[in-house]
């Protein structure tokens, strides 16, 4: 059985940065595209980037891109999200995602 399991996520002013990790186990990592998403209180969830089994990558243009970057290690079976200059928009729990399989969902609160 596949399990994702993320951490990383709290409480943090605008302009901090917070790393998520999301580990998943029982699969085979290593060839699956890996993805973030997140979810706004009152608001659907929505894609916020994804990373190749080659290590190809794709940003929501509109909100993330060159703020937050995504990463991988096969070795580790880990996904990251680094996230950086953090605004309170980007206050939402954020889901990690492989195949049809879903991660908890850490929340991510930025202060003003």
């Known amino acids: 059985q596949v399990q994702l399991v993320e951490s990383g996520g709290g409480l943090v002013q605008a302009g901090d940065s917070l790393r998520l990790s999301c580990t998943v186990s029982?699969?085979?990592?290593?060839?699956?595209?890996m993805a973030w998403f997140r979810q706004a209180p009152g608001k659907g969830r929505e894609f916020v980037a994804a990373i190749t089994s080659s290590g190809g990558v794709t940003y929501d243009t509109n909100s993330v891109k060159a703020r937050f970057t995504i990463s991988r290690d096969n070795s580790k079976n880990t996904v990251y999200l680094q996230m950086t200059s953090l605004k309170p928009g980007d206050t939402a729990v954020y889901y990690c995602?492989?195949?049809?399989?879903w991660g908890q969902g850490p929340q991510v609160t930025v202060s003003s």
């Open positions: 029982g699969g085979t990592f290593s060839t699956y595209t």
């Open positions: 995602k492989i195949a049809i399989y």
